[in-house]
């Protein structure tokens, strides 16, 4: 895997060993930032699933100020930490080891907000409703902010989850994309 665009353009990015995460492909990642930026003027991203933390370490390339990456597999975090210290970006990198609710939680106690936040769990464990509701309990996105999903094609999600509004979907192969976007205020 490489870095697709921004500061760190073609650098390399380790994989996991073995076959417990699945990376986004390059393809899906640049349908993805293309969407979304494709460059960034700053801002806050939670990567919930990180494995190897490409995602994170994208968002960082193309101008994002910080990145809280996460994965609770020891493996993906020894992963992680290699990429984040390979490309230089420790001070704009967090690194965790947490299931999916502890670290929501954990970011609620360090009264954090995110501009962007990407769920792509393994397809077999999803709770991205749960989780996205949880998100907005917590305030932990932003007015405008942005969640992502990543799952199977086949998967379905409501419209309206808590504050946070379907805004499109794209597909890629045996993958969706889902966009959500948090309803501004009115």
């Not at 933390?53 to 992680?80: C, F, Q, V, Y």
């Amino acid at each position: 895997m490489r870095v697709v665009a921004g500061t760190l353009r073609s650098r390399k990015i380790e994989a996991v060993e073995g076959m417990d995460t699945r990376p986004t492909a390059d393809k899906g990642k640049e349908a993805v930032f293309s969407r979304i930026g494709p460059y960034f003027q700053g801002g806050e991203m939670l990567d919930v699933y990180s494995g190897s933390g490409n995602i994170g370490i994208e968002a960082i390339s193309r101008g994002m100020d910080h990145a809280w990456l996460n994965d609770m597999s020891p493996a993906a975090a020894k992963t992680i930490k290699r990429n984040v210290v390979n490309l230089k970006i420790e001070e704009q990198t967090k690194i965790t080891q947490l299931s999916a609710e502890a670290l929501l939680k954990a970011c609620a106690q360090a009264n954090k907000q995110f501009d962007l936040i990407y769920l792509d769990p393994p397809y077999a464990k999803q709770q991205n409703e749960a989780l996205i509701s949880q998100i907005c309990a917590l305030s932990l996105i932003k007015p405008d902010g942005l969640i992502i999903i990543e799952s199977r094609k086949e998967d379905e999600f409501a419209e309206q989850i808590s504050d946070m509004e379907l805004e499109k979907m794209a597909y890629y192969g045996i993958t969706k994309i889902s966009y959500y976007r948090r309803e501004t205020i009115k």
